[in-house]
């Protein structure tokens, strides 16, 4: 166990990124958690925690984290009138069964193989806010019927394997889809409470043998704490930017931030 002053660097860390974190959910939909995920990795590591175990506890904490996160970003969104509700009733109980499959795969996966998923979907996702187009659209409405039975099972899996919530993916299918980036952002939100909850409940119910301390299952509740007391303030803040102001420059910038942190994950997980 570090000391505390080992310990103080490593909060102070964390309450800057669940302050980034915030920002970033309410700007941009992404529930934080593609921010989350490497930045716990670093800390636990840091900290002495290595087990096979960790990349597991990265996960669900971040997803712990994007029920708060998100539910204020949808609350703040609401009051604007940005959230397509009724896609959310049709599309929730689709991704709420993929969320309970991802944490089911999760489980089976060993932690190098999780680092090298989150790796490389990082990239792709960088490359989306670096390169796509908030007008760039392939239909226009919504996929139904067979399609959306494939796809919102497969959203919600594929983000409980990243531990993200539904904004990294679902703000490129909503504005595929036409659906304007601002009420695309907030809906999207709304994914991440409906990917977080039932993949974190099943998180926790878990006994795993080696984790960090003051971990219930696989949630860590001091980094869960500790992030979202900041992200309770500063979702809000991203909210009001992402109606205030064009986001290009800022999509760039997350893109750059996030190709680093997915580049240092792949790293990790072929172990160079």
Same mark, same amino acid.
């Given at each position: ?6 310990l103080?660097?490593l ?23 593609i ?10 590591t840091?900290?002495?925690y290595t087990s096979d175990e960790?990349?597991r506890?990265?996960?669900?904490t ?11 970003s ?13 896609i959310l009733?049709?599309?929730?109980p689709?991704?709420a ?5 991802g ?6 996966l060993?932690?190098s193989t999780?680092q ?12 989306y ?15 139904t %019927? &067979?399609?959306? #039975?494939?796809? !919102?099972? +497969?959203?919600?899996g *594929?983000?409980?394997?990243?531990g993200?919530g539904?904004?990294?993916l679902?703000?490129?299918l909503?504005t595929?889809?036409?659906?304007p980036?601002?009420?695309a952002?907030?809906?999207a939100?709304?994914? %991440? &409470?409906?990917? #977080?909850?039932? !993949?974190? +409940?099943?998180?926790? *119910?878990?006994s795993?043998d080696?984790?960090p ?49 997915a ?5 990790a997980g072929?172990?160079?």
């Amino acid at each position: 166990m570090p000391s505390v002053t080992e310990l103080l660097p490593l909060i102070a860390l964390l309450l800057a990124t669940g302050a980034f974190a915030g920002v970033v959910a309410g700007l941009l939909g992404v529930g934080g958690g593609i921010i989350l995920v490497p930045v716990f990795f670093y800390v636990f590591t840091v900290a002495g925690y290595t087990s096979d175990e960790l990349m597991r506890v990265c996960l669900a904490t971040s997803l712990a984290t994007i029920i708060v996160t998100s539910a204020r970003s949808v609350a703040s969104h609401h009051k604007k009138s940005a959230v397509e509700w009724g896609i959310l009733k049709s599309w929730g109980p689709g991704i709420a069964i993929g969320a309970v499959i991802g944490v089911w795969a999760v489980g089976e996966l060993d932690s190098s193989t999780l680092q090298l998923i989150f790796g490389i979907l990082g990239c792709v996702i960088a490359a989306y806010f670096a390169f796509g187009k908030s007008d760039w659209t392939l239909t226009k409405t919504m996929p139904t %019927g &067979i399609t959306r #039975a494939i796809l !919102s099972p +497969l959203l919600g899996g *594929v983000s409980v394997l990243m531990g993200i919530g539904g904004g990294s993916l679902g703000v490129p299918l909503l504005t595929l889809s036409n659906i304007p980036i601002h009420r695309a952002v907030a809906t999207a939100a709304g994914f %991440g &409470i409906l990917i #977080a909850v039932p !993949s974190v +409940l099943g998180f926790v *119910v878990q006994s795993p043998d080696a984790t960090p301390p003051f971990t219930i299952g696989y949630v860590n509740i001091p980094a869960f704490l500790i992030v979202i007391a900041m992200t309770l303030i500063t979702a809000p803040m991203g909210a009001k930017l992402a109606h205030a102001m064009p986001v290009r420059p800022l999509r760039m910038v997350f893109a750059v931030f996030l190709l680093i942190m997915a580049l240092n994950m792949l790293r990790a997980g072929l172990g160079a």
